[in-house]
């Protein structure tokens, strides 16, 4: 259903995302709002770590109560706090999403988010024919 484009006159990805992914005409989309580590009690995770995992958990949720899963997210955006926090968003990203084929993808290390205390946020784009 979706077509990844990865051209060769682009530098091949480094990692698990694609240059572009392709929905066909008439597929159903599911924007998810950014997604934090906050737990559904709305405390946020203990750690870093787990911030990420928790950030991941609530996307696959929003996904899931849209009828779709990871291998339906065609645009994902994510920030991080820190430089640092990147193999540690990478890892969580990973768990997460398995074998499934990478989407389009950005991670931006940014400034802060809307709570000091949160370290990182999860925004996709999903599509299901």
């Known amino acids: 259903m979706l077509k990844r484009h990865n051209p060769s006159t682009v530098h091949a990805p480094a990692g698990k ?9 008439g597929a159903r989309l599911l924007y998810v ?8 009690d709305g405390s946020t995770a203990a750690n870093e ?6 950030a991941w958990a609530n996307v ?6 849209g ?3 990871t291998a339906d997210i065609i645009k994902l955006n ?6 640092d926090l990147i193999p540690v968003y990478r ?18 290390v940014v400034a802060a988010l809307a709570n000091p205390a949160w370290v990182v946020e999860i925004e996709c784009v999903a599509a299901k024919a």
């Open 67 to 69: 009828g779709m899963g």
């Open 91 to 108: 890892a969580a990203r990973d768990r997460a999403v398995g074998d499934a084929a990478p989407p389009a993808s950005t991670l931006v």
């Open 33 to 40: 709002s950014g997604q934090v580590g906050a737990k559904p």
């Open 60 to 65: 696959k949720n929003v996904l899931a109560a």
């Open 17 to 25: 995302y694609s240059h572009g992914v392709e929905a066909p005409a």
């Open 78 to 83: 994510a920030y991080v706090t820190r430089a």
């Open 49 to 54: 770590a787990a911030q990420c995992d928790q």
